[in-house]
């Protein structure tokens, strides 16, 4: 396609695709270096995953959000923002439901206690659960799947009781291909926060809500001489003549010097024009699960447990994570919040169900784990759904990575799938955002002209941050 014939955009402006904290957080980067950057969020509110929802005059996320105490971007930047006074520190119960019952699966009594398990394979898992957490090496999991490993290591016993079914919770029929670095990752995050002592899990939550922290960002962003635009769905991207960008949206176009996506990579290769054929099918194929997620407003609660894993097949979704056993009711009018998180395949029949279809599928489920809940215990409803919820990191994941520089100069690429082996959440996005309006301002210091310079690292680039490491996708994993 022939790049649209329009004169070169002025040299500081920037696009920034979606409000999420990456978005955020790289704009606001880049207008503390004295660029304006232009920020399209298409819906009313900011947040992108993180957005909240107002229910008895207080916020909740749409879909359930704590923090770690090794989140240092995260945790950083709400202090940087005057908002540390917030931050609390919670150590609540974790709990399995597994063959018709409720465990508490917090602390090795807990583990000593789970039925479930014969006493070898509660050797095996506490053995391995200690491992994980404090392993540094991750170049031993990356080209291993989380099945295959686990049943050598933890043994069948614990792989069908617990891991496969949480694997299978999340994946799907993609369960047998995920990364071992995954696992590996997750639990080394969750074995390192913790409370001052060391005692305990201490996970973090900002009162008032995430709302509060992503409001503050996009203040901060327009502050520093940016704009925040809401309710404005960009339609087209696409390469001018001149150097820069044409961005289009229900509203009209502006031009820009340059484009940060933080939109995920499938959607990406259809908004941008011009992008070459192997990196198109390279957006193309980054794979991900689809979540259905019902927040329930009660008048009960469920069960003791914050954030219940599902290990049975019959109940029909993977989580019951009762955010008023992390935060209590009465910040919500007394109502008790409980999320049903269930990761789907968006070409599953169940995607395209409505709310009232889904909790009539979902009940059956919640009855065995909570036998005494009727009708009456429901107040309200919200099905809230995302296409791209969770990339589907495979084993060769690593050799597939996308860069933070898009072979199209002046396009920049900053989205959870590109964070491995790290999962997605807030910190990381913040982070991920923040390094690829660095490379930004690295091309453009590089530069004397209005025209971003050609890239010089497109077949070598770097990865989003220390720790991270991304391997161009036309080489092979050195792991």
């Known amino acids: 396609m022939q790049a649209a014939p329009r004169q070169a955009p002025p040299a500081r402006d920037v696009a920034v695709i979606g409000g999420g904290f990456a978005g955020l957080a790289a704009a606001e980067r880049l207008a503390s270096a004295g660029f304006r950057p232009t920020v399209f969020e298409r819906s009313g509110r900011v947040g992108g995953l993180a957005m909240t929802l107002p229910i008895a005059g207080t916020e ?15 945790v950083q930047l709400v202090e940087d923002l ?18 018709g019952a409720v465990h508490r699966f917090t602390s090795p009594g807990d583990l000593l206690r789970f039925r479930p398990f014969s ?46 079914p949480l694997l ?5 029929r993609r ?64 390469p001018l003549a001149g ?22 990579p499938p959607l990406l ?26 927040l329930l407003e009660l008048r009960r609660s469920m069960t003791p447990i914050y954030w219940l894993n599902v290990s049975d097949p019959d109940v029909g979704f993977g989580g019951l994570i009762e955010h008023t056993n992390f935060v209590a009711p009465e910040v919500y009018g007394g109502r008790h919040l409980a999320y049903v998180s269930h990761y789907v395949d968006p070409a599953e029949p169940i995607w395209e169900l409505d709310s009232a279809s889904l909790l009539q ?17 429901i107040a309200a409803h919200h099905v809230l759904r995302d296409r791209y919820a969770q990339p589907i990191v495979t084993v060769d994941y690593q050799r597939r990575l996308l860069p933070l520089r898009a072979p199209l100069d002046g396009l920049y690429v900053a989205t959870m799938a590109q964070v491995y082996p790290e999962d997605r959440g807030t910190n990381y996005a913040i982070r991920v955002g923040r390094v690829a309006a660095e490379d930004l301002i690295a091309d453009f210091s590089r530069s004397d002209s209005a025209v971003l310079p050609p890239s010089q690292d497109h077949a070598s680039p770097r990865g989003p941050a220390a720790g991270w490491e991304v391997t161009p996708a036309s080489q092979p994993s050195p792991r």
């Open 243 to 264: 150097g820069g960008f044409e961005v289009a949206s229900h509203r009209g176009c502006a031009r820009f010097a340059a484009v940060v996506s933080t939109v995920a």
């Open 82 to 99: 005057g908002l540390g006074d917030r931050l609390r520190w919670i150590s609540p119960v974790m709990g399995i439901f597994c063959r």
């Open 269 to 294: 290769a259809r908004l941008v024009s011009g992008l070459p054929d192997d990196y198109r099918r390279q957006l193309e194929g980054v794979d991900h699960s689809a979540i259905l997620c019902t």
């Open 119 to 164: 006493p070898v394979a509660k050797v095996r898992f506490g053995l391995v659960t200690l491992f994980l957490q404090h392993y540094a090496r991750r170049e031993t999991f990356g080209g291993v799947s989380a099945a295959a490993w686990l049943r050598r290591f933890a043994g069948r016993e614990v792989y069908e009781t617990v891991w496969g």
């Open 60 to 74: 909740i996320e749409k879909y359930y959000h704590h923090w770690f105490t090794s989140d240092e971007d995260v």
């Open 361 to 377: 599928r979902y009940l059956p489920g919640l009855r065995k784990i909570q036998p005494a809940l009727d009708d009456s215990w």
């Open 175 to 238: 369960a047998g291909e995920i990364s071992m670095a995954w696992i590996w990752s997750k639990m080394r995050l969750r074995g390192r926060s913790r409370t001052r002592g060391g005692t305990k899990e201490a996970l973090g939550y900002l009162h008032g809500g995430f709302g509060v922290l992503s409001r503050r960002l996009a203040e901060e962003v327009e502050r520093r001489g940016g704009e925040v635009r809401l309710a404005e769905r960009v339609s087209r991207v696409t």
């Open 168 to 172: 299978h919770a999340k994946f799907g």
